[in-house]
């Protein structure tokens, strides 16, 4: 059950260009599909909901964290667990908001985004915004609703990638009807 | 030293994914060189059925020189999905042509890399050509 690391370097630098890739294929096939930047955004970050729902459980499993005291600690473990777990790299937190319940990630380099020019006419694509959907996904299933959008792009011209995400209201849990 | 050179890559179809002129010398008559565009295309075109000959000869993807007209001389570099970089020159550049071919054929795989990109289409991406015309001055002149 455990997982082989040493063969870890080598297979995973060959399947980092494969997952490269396809994730540019499917970003390409769905602007063909939909042809609509804003609704290929809207379905990417419904992708990447259905992800993280799915991937915070096995986030947890790896990592060993405990439950997060606050949203500090949550924005800690956020960059320097999950993203390094999951993508192999360490965004910056900056620009914490006055009431402590937004900031920013910066992403230096994006694995997604290897190669990749997005032609004038999609100006308006996010199209990393299936990070944004892992996100608000991950977090609603530890009970956190969270707005996560992009404020700059390299992709888009600007000099650095910025999330923000912002701290909505913590979910309480439902009882489905017809239990106590 | 009067370098003109044309440069263009030819995709599957015969038809031409990317164009550059670079000229060596001092921007002189400008207008004279739009003149000679049709012909430096046809003579580009006439030399692809040498390359097609030439590349299944060599194990090389650089083949050198494969053709002259009047003046110019054609050099070809075929990549390895059989896209022709032919380069129209007058004056003998053999190590800054392969350089170039080297460099731009890099630069190709990138691009080619991107999901957005057709293959077979033509480029249009600024900063390709903005490198490429780099390259054309590191290696083309002198």
């Known amino acids: 059950m455990s997982r082989q690391s040493t063969r870890s370097t080598d297979s995973r ?3 980092q260009e494969l997952f490269t890739l396809t994730y540019g ?3 390409a096939q769905l602007i063909k599909d939909y042809e609509s930047d804003d609704e290929v955004n809207k379905q990417l970050d419904k992708m990447g909901y259905n992800i993280g729902v799915r991937m915070v459980e096995d986030f947890l499993a790896r990592s060993n964290v405990g439950r997060c005291h606050d949203f500090r600690e949550t924005a800690d473990v956020i960059a320097k667990q999950g993203f390094k777990m999951y993508l192999g790299i360490s965004p910056a937190i900056t620009n914490w908001s006055a009431a402590g319940d937004e900031f920013s990630l910066i992403v230096e380099s994006n694995p997604l985004t290897d190669f990749v020019e997005i032609p004038e006419k999609h100006g308006n694509l996010y199209y990393s915004n299936i990070l944004c959907g892992v996100l608000r996904g991950a ?4 009970q956190m609703e969270v707005k996560a959008w992009f404020t700059q792009d390299s992709l888009r ?13 913590r979910l309480e849990d439902a009882l489905p009807a017809g239990e106590e | 030293m009067s370098g003109n050179y044309y440069f263009a890559i030819v995709g599957h179809h015969d038809n031409p994914v990317f164009e550059l002129e670079h000229s060596s010398q001092a921007k002189g008559a400008d207008a004279k060189k739009d003149d000679h565009r049709h012909l430096n295309q046809f003579i580009a075109h006439a030399a692809l059925d040498l390359v097609d000959e030439h590349m299944w000869t060599t194990n090389n993807m ?9 003046e110019w001389f054609v050099s070809a570099f075929v990549t390895a999905g059989r896209m022709r970089l032919m380069m129209l020159h007058d004056v003998k550049n053999e190590d800054g042509i392969k350089n170039f071919f080297q460099e731009i054929y890099e630069l190709y ?24 015309q780099f390259y054309a001055k590191k290696y083309l002149t002198g």
């Open chain 1, 13 to 15: 630098k060959v399947s």
């Open chain 1, 139 to 142: 977090l609603e299933m530890v």
């Open chain 2, 109 to 132: 795989v990138k691009n080619a890399m991107n999901p957005f990109y057709e293959p077979n289409s033509a480029i249009k991406s600024a900063a390709f050509e903005r490198k490429a």
């Open chain 1, 25 to 27: 294929a499917m970003v």
């Open chain 2, 62 to 70: 650089y083949l050198k020189t494969v053709d002259k007209f009047n």
């Open chain 1, 157 to 169: 011209g600007d000099n650095t990638t910025e999330i923000r995400l912002k701290f909505i209201k």
